[in-house]
């Protein structure tokens, strides 16, 4: 009994410790997108000045140093965005929760948000006067929330597919604990089993706890809508918090699972 016990306590910390290593390409990508951030900063700034002292000077010079640095910032956000979104592409890659069936269909979303950006980014080289800029970045502003709501979906996606890959680890340690007691149940005095099988009334109970979060989440993602900004920040704020609480559930059965495992480890 005590080599099951062993086992099992060994599988449960490879079930918590895993899941947490960074990769090289999503590595590579979010330093990008640090770095396109800060240029981003840099660039706004430049462009908040530059107008300001057109605004207050209207002369030839100040208005072409105005255009110039919003054409370099307008330039340098769609290198943000993009940055940010490739990012988005390498952790679906990466993550190997995600259903082959969810990663190609964000994948799809982010090719074409990504070809969106390319094509506004192009405008850009016709960009003659401060009037022009602003038509440009209205075109952005309005496209907007549609890649909002597609960047918040696949931040849900992403969290979605990390929990199911935690739970499908924690239901197999699941069945481990109750094939071994069912097992060697002879082993066990009757105070052991009674508390044996409480243990695992709880567990089950935690994954049946996280399964209605889960679904709680579902149905709160499906309703989320790019024409409804302010209901899908609500949604999404009530979407973070039952992410939290299906991992926490998660966490909360695997320590029983540990404490289950320090019972039989002693067992004789």
């Given at each position: 009994?005590?080599?099951?016990?062993?086992?099992?306590?060994?599988?449960?910390?490879?079930?918590?410790?895993?899941?947490?290593?960074?990769?090289?390409?999503?590595?590579?990508?979010?330093?990008?997108?640090?770095?396109?951030?800060?240029?981003?900063?840099?660039?706004?700034?430049?462009?908040?000045?530059?107008?300001?002292?057109?605004?207050?000077?209207?002369?030839?010079?100040?208005?072409t140093t105005a255009l110039d640095t919003?054409?370099?910032?307008?330039?340098?956000?769609?290198?943000?965005?993009?940055?940010?979104?490739?990012?988005?592409?390498?952790?679906?890659?990466?993550?190997?929760?995600?259903?082959?069936?969810?990663?190609?269909?964000?994948?799809?979303?982010?090719?074409?948000?990504?070809?969106?950006?390319?094509?506004?980014?192009?405008?850009?080289?016709?960009?003659?006067?401060?009037?022009?800029?602003?038509?440009?970045?209205?075109?952005?502003?309005?496209?907007?929330?549609?890649?909002?709501?597609?960047?918040?979906?696949?931040?849900?996606?992403?969290?979605?597919?990390?929990?199911?890959?935690?739970?499908?680890?924690?239901?197999?340690?699941?069945?481990?604990?109750?094939?071994?007691?069912?097992?060697?149940?002879?082993?066990?005095?009757?105070?052991?089993?009674?508390?044996?099988?409480?243990?695992?009334?709880?567990?089950?109970?935690?994954?049946?706890?996280?399964?209605?979060?889960?679904?709680q989440i579902l149905l709160s993602s499906?309703?989320?809508?790019?024409?409804?900004?302010?209901?899908?920040?609500?949604?999404?704020?009530?979407?973070?918090?039952?992410?939290?609480?299906?991992?926490?559930?998660?966490?909360?059965?695997?320590?029983?699972?540990?404490?289950?495992?320090?019972?039989?480890?002693?067992?004789?």
């Open positions: 009994m005590k080599v099951i016990a062993y086992l099992i306590t060994f599988l449960l910390f490879l079930s918590i410790s895993g899941g947490n290593t960074i990769l090289a390409s999503s590595e590579s990508a979010y330093k990008d997108y640090l770095f396109q951030y800060d240029q981003y900063r840099l660039k706004l700034n430049n462009f908040h000045v530059a107008r300001t002292e057109y605004l207050t000077y209207k002369t030839l010079l100040a208005e919003a054409r370099a910032m307008m330039v340098q956000r769609d290198d943000l965005l993009r940055s940010y979104i490739l990012l988005l592409n390498e952790k679906i890659n990466e993550n190997n929760g995600m259903s082959d069936t969810d990663r190609k269909l964000y994948q799809t979303i982010i090719k074409n948000e990504s070809s969106y950006i390319q094509t506004h980014k192009t405008h850009m080289t016709s960009v003659g006067s401060l009037s022009d800029a602003e038509k440009i970045s209205i075109d952005l502003q309005t496209h907007y929330p549609i890649l909002n709501t597609s960047v918040h979906q696949i931040l849900i996606a992403l969290s979605l597919a990390d929990l199911s890959r935690m739970n499908k680890q924690f239901v197999s340690l699941q069945e481990i604990f109750r094939s071994s007691i069912q097992s060697n149940r002879s082993y066990l005095t009757p105070e052991k089993q009674t508390i044996s099988d409480r243990w695992m009334i709880q567990i089950s109970n935690k994954q049946n706890l996280y399964q209605q979060k889960v679904e499906g309703r989320m809508k790019s024409d409804s900004p302010n209901e899908m920040q609500t949604l999404y704020g009530e979407i973070l918090k039952n992410l939290g609480d299906a991992k926490k559930y998660l966490s909360e059965g695997a320590s029983y699972m540990q404490e289950l495992a320090n019972l039989l480890r002693y067992e004789e």
